[in-house]
């Protein structure tokens, strides 16, 4: 068979110098084209935190996202169902509107949601977190808040001087988070277990359940991410 030829099929060998620098420079386009692409599917498919409003219409779940025009179906792809079980303890099933922040995708018009960050009963569309809020928690007897991200952690007290502390990355050991602080005045370590906390102040349910100490003085609470 002769060279250059198999099966068939006729190859020819085109000299690196006749070929164009443009066809050069569309292959190396179409090339980072379809990365990107494939790049931006691989980030959509991640779970993601989204804020909206939730409510039962019929046997369906519709959730509008804050500050949007546009509805979803919720779809619940959780390994045990408790995403639709934690909605339902809130009042979900018994016709009760919600604000809630739920990590899931989009995937045609609906929200596959794996987990929740928090739910509250009439409650409004919240600022999302940024690089200057990573966690809030919140408790009572005595009430408490709590911001943590940026450069500070602020614990709240009624009745008591604010707490301002340097803020560091939280540290996460499996299903336990913590953080420890201290100034000339003040020492406060926090553990955020992950998991499911209660709050019928708040009127609210929140991923993770919060243990503050401060000088000595126990604070318990709910927590959830932002």
Known sequence: MPAGQHAGVVFFRIPR?????????IGRHLLATVLHAEETRLLNSLPKMVYGMLRQQGDRLMFAPCHERSTAIVEDVSVDGSVISILNSVGLAAGKRLYV????????????ASAVNMARVE????????????WRAAGNDPAWALVAGGEFVQLRRYGNPEVVLPYKEFRTEGKVTRYDGANESYKLSVRLDRLL?????????FAWTATLDLNGQVLKGCAWTR
């Open 17 to 25: 110098h006749e070929i164009s620098p443009h066809v050069c420079c």
């Open 101 to 112: 922040e739920l990590l899931g995708v989009f995937d045609n018009g609906t929200l596959k």
């Open 123 to 134: 409650g409004r569309c919240q600022m999302q977190g940024s690089k200057a809020e990573s």
């Open 197 to 205: 906390c209660r709050d019928a102040d708040m009127k609210g349910v």
